[in-house]
């Protein structure tokens, strides 16, 4: 069974630019939520998405943006990107009617100059 | 508006100790409670998983209870050792399946 696998591990970009974060859900999983982590807290959910629609979303911006796949696997797309922005993102697999234990990747390191 | 403690936020014990880690949340209508461990830069580690209809889990060295009722969660660690020295968040969840975590408590077990 694979686990969850986010790309790429660091990434720098300046303020303004656009990114793209992607992650492939655990195997068997039909959810996948975004979550992230600045230095020193914990992480804060950003949005989920269930059989490709979004299902739920924090307090974030409309330049937070993601999309899933139908293969579950799933991208989390930052645009105009602040020096705020810089954090761990973190991707979590479940499956909806499982319990929803989640399971995390590696996280992303995005840091905004 | 759900909320979630951790105390304290950091914790050094001499290896061997036994120690507990305690989470408070404000609104008992919970789907779950996970307890996770996190290494520095990395990600999140499910260490314990308890169902709100639930009163612990145990997994080698660590128990997990859950009293919904007052809102609060402990993560006991028995014997505890040097590479036990990491972040532990508390995480619940409501019946949307979004996690709301603590700020977590920073544990350094010295040998």
């Known amino acids: 069974e694979t686990g969850v696998t986010q790309s790429p591990t660091h990434l720098i970009k300046t303020r303004g630019q656009q990114v793209t974060l992607r992650c492939s859900s655990q195997?068997?999983?039909?959810?996948v939520s975004w979550y992230q982590q600045a230095l020193g807290q914990g992480p804060q959910f950003i949005f989920q998405y269930y059989r490709e629609e979004e299902n739920g979303r924090g307090n974030f911006p409309p330049r937070f943006s993601g999309l899933q796949f139908p293969n579950y696997s799933s991208e989390l797309n930052v645009n105009a990107l602040e020096l705020d922005d810089s954090a761990l993102y973190l991707c979590a697999s479940s499956y909806r009617d499982g319990g929803y234990e989640q399971y995390f990747g590696p996280g992303t390191r995005l840091t905004v100059t | 508006k759900q909320e979630v403690t951790q105390i304290p936020a950091a914790l050094s014990v001499p290896e061997g100790e036994n120690l507990v880690l305690n989470c408070s949340f404000t609104?008992?209508?919970?789907?779950?409670l996970q307890w996770f461990r996190q290494d520095p830069g990395k990600g999140l580690t499910s260490l314990l998983l308890i169902q709100s209809s639930q009163r612990e889990q145990t997994s080698g060295r660590l128990n997990a209870s859950l009293d919904k009722s007052s809102g609060r969660s402990t993560l006991y660690i028995a014997a505890s050792q040097p590479g036990d020295s990491a972040t532990y968040l508390c995480?619940?969840?409501?019946?949307?399946?979004?996690?709301?975590f603590g700020q977590g408590t920073t544990l350094q077990v010295k040998p």
């Open positions: 609104d008992s209508a919970i789907y779950n």
């Open positions: 995480a619940v969840t409501g019946n949307t399946g979004k996690l709301i």
């Open positions: 195997s068997g999983h039909n959810t």
